[in-house]
């Protein structure tokens, strides 16, 4: 698994006796809590409890092992459905293909409606013998009381400072310095989510928001430009986050400015408008006119 900060958690998971059947993790996303799960799954389903050489390992190496189920939203949607629920419940209660365990690992899982929380409930009140559930959410006051109470909770530690930096300096050692302390800045110190934003060119996109912030400043650009170039990236919110660290280090330099807080409260809520499908660059361009006219929005 390779992160230090969670062996201490698979190491007293592994000393629970009988295996847990029904295990909830809760932590944030982009601090490795699904490669936790996958090192769970390895537990369970290789004989020597995760050797690495034998038959069952080199199946969940491939990712063909045939009883792992992995249940997560589909591409490109939020929602797990019920159909995909009434899928896993016909699934664990098949007999199992290899020596005994069935996993099912199911994240984030505040993605399940109310219907299909409904129907895994079922399952999770009476699990079939040898069957696991590992559940990963990363907000816990979102599921359904009900499945909490089915399941053991694990709260995930969050690494500290300086492990995250180590981690991510031996995970991408090609970075400069400067990429990495920002990579970790605008992931809230989670070091998987600041490795998948510097493999996806992460950086590229802050300079670019960077030059466009600049423009905006010295009046080669409009707010309009500014608000239109953010909306057509891939990840429009990128531009929120990368606004967001800039809105907390200005914070921390004068944590009284009132215009600052309006601005933050900007970003939040324009996070809110754009998980909810609201027009991108009208929600960036209302953000701009906070940054740009503190004054005229408060009045
Ligand atoms: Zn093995």
Known sequence: MNLPWLEPILTQW???QPAPQNTLLHGPAGMGGVELMEAMARQL???????GTCPACAMLDAGTHPDLLRCTP???KKDIRVETIRDLNTWVYEAAHQSGAKVVLL???EAMNRSAANALLKTLEEPPQDTHFILLTHQLGALLPTIRSRCQLWRLPRPDAATALAWLQQAMPQAEPEQLQTALAIHHGMPLAARAWLENEGWKSYQA?????NGLRRGQKTLVDVAEAWSKWDVPQQ???YFEMWCTRQLHARPHDMALHGLYTAIQEARTALAGNA???LTLERVLIHYLYPQEVDA
Do not use: F, I, K, S
């Not at 389903?45 to 995760?50: A, I, K, N, S, V």
């Open 14 to 16: 592994q000393a629970v």
């Open 45 to 51: 389903l290789c004989p020597q409890g995760g050797c």
């Open 74 to 76: 589909e591409q490109g």
């Open 107 to 109: 994240w984030p899982a």
């Open 209 to 213: 928001w960077r030059e466009q912030m």
């Open 239 to 241: 531009a929120l986050d």
């Open 279 to 281: 027009n991108v660059q």
